[in-house]
């Protein structure tokens, strides 16, 4: 069988279960099969393809029908222009969350002076997408930093692992297991200047009503926020107190309506010079916070 008649079969599979980008998701398919550019997919329709491609790339396509993640299929996706390894069991990391980054990035060259070391915690990190973006940025810049990356999932650490790898950052950076903070007695760290975190925050029984791509595949642990999806914002937030320097910024990524409630318990929780930054749909989307002396 030739690209062209393979990808033509696998567009309309894709299109029949009513997937949007399926002639872009088939092409994506076919490209990392053969290891090509998706130009040269789409420009060269009448190469054959191996037997062995032709077979995974009938496996692959039997997932994506079933409505598994094609960034789960293809093993990796795009965030913050890095390349992330993703599969089963972590979160795939979300174009919104690209702005925690981008604020992240803005008020660390703001507020730090450029030859300051920062020390950079992103807890509920999962893929470890947030925490690595901004390491990667600031080692871009020159800028000494050190990078720790806390989740409590083992699944979700091993893909974090295995990113910073992929963006040679175990020299900085080190990852953790524990239930939001690494124990300070096994990294030689108790306060952060700055705390990162996405973590999970859908209402826990909006879950089942989510996408199926979503529901079916991702793991619950990383989207339930509780009875009111607030339930990580209410420790973080509590205890964030005792995990910051002086200054210290807490960054929070949460849901489009709770941007209020998340900077009430920034504020309760005694953080100064709060503020919110929205999203490209127009929600705020960011909610920050400084300690500034305990
Ligand atoms: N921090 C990770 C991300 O943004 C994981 C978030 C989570 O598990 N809720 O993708």
């Avoid at 871009?140 to 992929?166: E, I, K, S, T």
């Avoid at 973080?236 to 200054?247: D, F, S, W």
Wanted: hydrophobic content about 40%.
């Amino acid at each position: 069988m030739t690209v062209g008649q393979l990808f033509r079969s696998m567009r309309l599979s894709l299109a029949e279960i009513g997937i949007e980008a399926a002639r872009h998701e088939a092409a994506l398919l076919i490209a990392a099969r053969c290891n090509w550019s998706l130009h040269r997919v789409y420009s060269h329709p009448e190469i054959e393809v191996a037997p062995l491609q032709h077979e995974q790339l009938q496996a692959d396509l039997q997932r994506r029908l079933k409505h598994e993640p094609i960034a789960y299929i293809l093993g990796q996706t795009e965030f913050y222009g890095l390349g992330f390894s993703v599969g089963p069991g972590v979160l795939i990391p979300r174009a919104d969350t690209e702005r925690l980054v981008e604020i992240a990035l803005e008020h660390i060259q703001t507020h730090f002076p450029p030859d300051r070391g920062v020390h950079v915690l992103d807890t509920c990190t999962g893929s470890g997408c947030v925490g690595i973006s901004v390491a990667v940025h600031l080692a871009a810049q020159g800028r000494p930093f050190q990078l720790d990356l806390v989740d409590q999932d083992p699944v979700a650490l091993g893909y974090a692992r295995d990113n910073v790898q992929r963006h040679r950052l175990n020299d900085v950076a080190h990852v953790w297991q524990a239930d939001l903070w690494p124990d300070p007695a096994l990294s030689g760290h108790d306060r952060y200047d700055v705390i990162l975190a996405n973590p999970p925050y859908i209402v826990k029984a909006d879950v089942p009503g989510l996408m199926p791509d979503v529901t079916r595949f991702e793991p619950w642990i990383a989207l339930d926020g509780g009875a009111d999806g607030l339930d990580f914002y209410r420790r973080l937030t509590r205890e964030a107190v005792r995990r910051l320097k002086t200054p210290g910024l807490l960054l929070l990524e949460h849901g489009y309506d709770q941007a209020q409630a998340v900077d009430n318990l920034c504020a309760e929780a005694g953080l100064c010079n709060r503020f919110a930054r929205y999203d490209y749909g127009g929600h705020p989307r960011v909610t920050g916070g400084w300690l500034l002396e305990v």
